[in-house]
């Protein structure tokens, strides 16, 4: 599971065509992101549209969504519980961090273009 302050990538950025309609930011696929929150909310809503040409949601499911600090979005307009849509736990995976030593070598480059030692020939001294 995320914690806030982790940092995430994106592993998945198909929507349903409705989301486009309710969301104002999306996450994009390979992107990384820093959870903000997380919390239970709905997922996979089912909607229904009465004969009035109002949509109804049916349906969901329970999901732990997370809300991420580089996006930020409006309130579920079919929740009666004043919250800002999230995404999936399902749609992120968390970013393998380096170790110090990795990172250190990483910025220093460690090994690139090292000589390696050779003993003198006997026959030179």
Known sequence: MFKTGQQVVCIDDQFEPWVFDLYKSLPKKDQIYTVRALRAGRSNPKFTVNDDAEIKLADAQFDILILLKELHNPDDPHSSVKQELGFRSERFAPLLEQTEEE?????????????????????SK
């Open 103 to 123: 990172e250190e070598a990483e910025l220093i480059g460690v090994g690139h273009g090292e000589k390696t030692w050779e003993p003198e020939p006997a026959w």
